[in-house]
């Protein structure tokens, strides 16, 4: 995480910065967890943006 509304994301060479620019505060949350685990594959990671209350 750059700041609560901008993130970094990296994978190699590949990379991307993604930014919220417009609306209510937000915060990033960032997981590997699944509601449902799948059976087999390489580890993910998952971002949220959720506004601030």
């Known amino acids: 995480m750059v700041a609560p509304n901008r993130?970094?994301?990296r994978n190699g060479p590949a990379q991307m910065c993604v930014e919220m620019v417009a609306g209510p505060e937000v915060q990033f949350a960032q997981t590997d967890q699944f509601t449902?685990?799948?059976s087999?594959?390489?580890n993910q990671w998952h971002g949220t943006f959720a506004t601030v209350k």
């Open 40 to 42: 087999s594959g390489a």
């Open 7 to 9: 993130v970094a994301l």
């Open 36 to 38: 449902a685990r799948p």
